[in-house]
């Protein structure tokens, strides 16, 4: 007797695929993963139908889900972020049902406590052996932390590990267990590397781009949280590395040493850490090439599940220990919340992912963007959609000032202080309809495409068709 | 507001050629002028549905500013500002018309 099958098919057979199920699936591979749509043609080749797909992510190569929407085979979803192409489409309605968004936290623990079960996990595992121990660490698609899929191998009913690196001799230190595992697959390949991982992450040279992360970092040093033991968090765009690097500068200059940076890593927190900026690394998903290999090496550098990162049934969750969170927005509003989903025309493009968990989580939350993005304001009186509720959220910085919460009026004085251009969220906005004008409001449909359900279970927007 | 500026002498504008100004980038606007016996105007924009009435209106300003009576004129928006609009569309009339910019 082995786990080891020849073929998805036969695991699809062997399991007992059937419509109505719930097939889940993790998102390390990003937008190079062949799993989510392998699996999918075997289902929809198998005949079976109404299927529920609970995805940590969705990605523009997942295109093909949309002919199975199409043909009836998958009739619900339920993720935590889509990628544009796939967001437009069920923007336009092909869903029966509406997508229930969720965020990365909840994910975890709605798949833990049974309120959003799972039938079959399908784990996309770089590494893996005959008895299902498997890794991202190793191997030709290697991506690092598998941390998202940890609570789909745990919980769910089934667990199908595929693999394109099968190895003869035991894997030391898995990071899922073959305990959980009923069937390995072994495939030529699970993911193309080039969309897997960026080979470097870069920080921007827009001179705009600087001017708000040098504001961010200079946020952070007024805020009283920068001392030793300081926590962080920021993500892979050019202004957030820029933020970081601009923030490595006063780490290293006044001596500080954090106690860890959290969240998908990239190589330049992985130098930050090396630097002596951080004790520890922790690490959802890695976003490069650097943060692979120091996950792999670095014994400072640690996996950990989306329910250790931002559960909100875990009170010891990272995110609850976070001092300080620099995020992103294509929308926030002058009551400060804040729209990741929708683009501007309402149109899917996106999803909370963690941004309502960190938000929610640490002491300092800061939105970086543009106040003009393309002539649209990032301001306006209601956001297109409530991502992240505005009393979660502490400042906005732009290049023509920073906003802070009135909830919040010590941080505010604080940065008045350091001398940083303090400006009303509402001033914001007429600079921005000032320069750009102000735009017609977008038509939208009368069918709801998605809800957008918060951290603590509650529907906080829904998001109509156009 | 600024005709005799932008009309050199207040001359007619005659389009003799092809001419382009403005990229294809974030924020910009590129403008292409082509001979033709009527008006038209084709705009394509990113923004279309929050401000392509604006845009129009903006390009039948310039035109009537520029004494433009005769040319298609094509905009290929990604987001401009009102300003940069004009700037592009100033140029690129000049450019058609060979008037020193």
Redesign the interface.
């Known amino acids: 007797m082995s786990k080891v099958l020849r073929s998805i098919e036969e695991a699809v057979k062997l399991i007992g695929v059937k419509s109505g199920m719930t097939l889940s699936f993790h998102h390390h591979l990003r937008n190079g993963d062949y799993v989510l749509n392998a699996v999918m043609a075997e289902v929809a080749k198998a005949g079976i139908r109404d299927i529920k797909i609970n995805a940590s992510s969705l990605f523009d190569v997942h295109e093909p889900l949309l002919d199975h929407i199409r043909n009836g085979v998958v009739t619900e979803l339920e993720t935590a972020y889509m990628g544009a192409k796939i967001g437009a489409a069920i923007s336009s309605g092909i869903l029966a049902k509406p997508v229930t968004f969720r965020t990365h936290g909840s994910r975890g623990s709605t798949i833990a406590d049974g309120s959003s079960p799972v039938d079959v996990a399908f784990i996309a595992a770089p590494t893996s052996d005959k008895f299902g121990n498997c890794t991202g660490k190793i191997g030709k698609s290697a991506c690092g932390s598998l941390g998202y899929a940890f609570s789909d191998a745990q919980y769910a009913k089934r667990v199908v590990v595929i693999t394109d690196n099968l190895v003869e001799t035991e894997l030391e230190n898995p990071s899922i267990k073959g305990d959980r595992v009923d069937y390995v697959v072994e495939l030529e390949s699970i993911g193309n590397v080039a969309g897997i991982v960026s080979g470097t992450t870069r920080i921007t040279r827009d001179p705009v781009g600087l001017v708000m992360a040098s504001y961010a970092a200079r946020i952070i040093e007024a805020s009283s949280l920068l001392k030793d033991g300081m926590s962080f968090q920021t993500g892979a765009g050019g202004a957030s590395l820029a933020a970081a690097k601009y923030l490595k500068d006063i780490m290293l200059e006044k001596k500080i040493r954090g106690s860890f940076a959290l969240g998908g890593i990239t190589g330049y927190l992985v130098d930050m850490q090396k630097e002596g900026c951080f004790d520890k690394l922790y690490d959802v998903q890695c976003f490069d090439l650097d943060a692979v290999e120091s996950i792999r090496t670095n014994p400072c550098h640690e996996e950990i599940s989306a329910i250790q990162y931002a559960s909100p049934d875990n009170i010891d969750a990272k995110v609850n220990k976070l001092d300080v969170v620099i995020l992103g927005a294509t929308e926030v509003d002058t009551d400060f919340n804040v729209n990741v989903h929708t683009d501007s025309n309402g149109k899917i493009m996106g999803g909370s992912g963690g941004h309502s968990d960190t938000a929610q989580g640490a002491k300092l939350s800061m939105i970086v963007a543009p106040l003009l993005r393309s002539r649209l304001s990032i301001v306006s009186d209601r956001v297109t959609c409530i991502s992240t509720p505005g009393d979660t959220v502490d400042v906005l910085v732009t290049q023509h000032g920073i906003a802070v919460n009135p909830k919040r009026a010590e941080l505010k004085q604080r940065l008045i202080d350091a001398r940083l251009p303090i400006v009303d969220i509402h001033e914001l906005k007429d600079k921005a309809q000032k320069l750009a004008g102000i735009p017609a409001p977008i038509p939208v449909g009368d069918k709801v495409v998605a809800n957008v359900v918060y951290r603590d279970g509650r529907i906080i927007d829904t998001i109509k068709n156009i | 507001m600024c005709d005799a500026k932008i009309c050199t002498d207040g001359e007619k504008m005659d389009i003799k050629k092809s001419a382009v100004a403005g990229t294809l980038e974030?924020?910009d606007v590129f403008v292409e002028i082509e001979e033709s016996d009527t008006l038209k105007i084709e705009i394509e924009s990113?923004?279309y549905?929050?401000?392509?009435?604006?845009i129009k209106n903006t390009v039948k300003d310039m035109l009537d500013k520029m004494d433009v009576k005769a040319a298609k004129v094509s905009l290929n928006d990604?987001?401009?500002?009102?300003c940069v609009i004009r700037a592009r569309l100033e140029t690129a009339i000049k450019r058609a018309s060979e008037v020193e910019a």
């Open positions: 974030s924020n990113i923004v549905a929050q401000f392509g009435e604006d990604h987001g401009a500002l009102d």
